[in-house]
């Protein structure tokens, strides 16, 4: 009976999960008008890392964030949020154990970069086009066991885009880049009279 009840909660955990990637994702493809703001990455960043702290502990996972090269961005700070957690936690789920997971930000002079790698398994070369495709996984045998949905890189993907970004894997496997531009003069001049948040 035990076992039975846990099968159950486990289940509803699933669904619950899918519930809530599948409504982010419905979101990030009919987007609604919303202004921008001026904000610093790492502050986001750090809040998903403590968010997500937890399951890295229950893996053995540890963190490296190498936020020093952070800048100014203009940009909605739930999609940011929703981009960085989707990277992060994939990167927990698919690691081996006492792995790490680290992200970097820096830029250039005329994109911003957030970059997620990990010490996990990695992406198989012929997985790797269809990656960010809807309820894609790459190892599906283990698919209930690690509680993925396919959906979390939709999602991020689906969020870069709305900002006028891409998001780009390695050809190895090992390393997502999220690659957003620095908006263009007078573009969205409401939210540059918005003040810097950090």
Known sequence: VKEFVEDIGNEADRLNRMTAKLLSLTRAENPQPQESEIIYMAPTVQRVAKMLRTNASWSGVTFCLELDEDTPVLILEDDLYQIVFNLMENGIKYNNENGWVRVSLNADHKYFYVTVADSGIGIPEESIAHIFERFYRVDKSHSREIGGTGLGLA????????????????????LFKVILRFPEAGEDSAAGETAIKT
Do not use: Q, V
């Not at 999602?155 to 090992?174: F, H, K, P, Q």
């Open 155 to 174: 999602i991020a993907s689906s969020y870069t885009a709305n900002m006028g970004g891409r998001m780009e894997l390695t050809a190895d496997g090992d």
